[in-house]
């Protein structure tokens, strides 16, 4: 198994920015996203800016729930 080793990172999100990014996530990939899901997006947006995370890096996002409990 090939094994990448790094110093990892935290990165807080804001119920706000979560929001965001769970209705961003949802019309981008026509999934019903749940907040969590939204925060690990919005994250994962931060870590691409900051360039934590390269473009030519491979991302997997889990939507950990469904947005249906949430309406």
Not at 54 to 64: A, G, L
């Amino acid at each position: 198994m090939n094994r990448r080793v790094h110093d990892g990172i935290a990165v807080a999100v804001t119920d706000e920015e979560a929001d965001v990014a769970t209705r961003q996530l949802a019309s981008r990939s026509g999934i019903d996203v749940c907040p969590e899901g939204g925060a690990a997006w919005s994250a994962l947006q931060t870590l691409r800016s900051n360039g934590f995370i390269k473009d030519s890096d491979r991302v997997v996002v889990f939507n950990t729930g469904t947005g249906l409990k949430y309406r």
